[in-house]
Nanobody
């Protein structure tokens, strides 16, 4: 069974920063061989993919977060990180991470407000 747990959300001021973590545990999977994805869902909106990082460390970002967010991974720790900077009120959402195609975490709330 695979468990995916996000943390690091909270309240930030516009222009501020947060670092989200996603820790994966369990058996029968290879963290280092899997792509890691971060998505977000704002109230009343569909979930949107924000960023992903492949097993070979290729990265992709949606246009609205390019140059502000940074995704990374630490394979020995089975952890993915999403560094959020230059935060805007429209970044307010529940941020979730996904291991490979199937395993989602419960998410962590990010609220950007003055």
């Amino acid at each position: 069974q695979v468990q995916v747990v996000e943390s690091g959300g909270g309240l930030a001021q516009p222009g501020g920063s947060l670092t989200l973590s996603c820790v994966v545990s369990g058996n029968r999977f290879s963290f280092s061989a899997a792509s890691m994805y971060w998505a977000r869902q704002a109230p009343g909106k569909r979930r949107e993919m924000v960023a992903y990082i492949t097993d070979s460390y290729d990265k992709w970002y949606t246009d609205s977060v390019k140059d502000r967010f940074n995704i990374s991974r630490d394979n020995p720790k089975k952890t993915s990180y999403l560094q959020l900077s230059g935060l805007k009120p429209e970044d307010t959402a529940v941020y979730s991470c996904r291991l490979g195609p199937d395993h989602w975490g419960q998410g962590t709330q990010v609220t950007v407000s003055s």
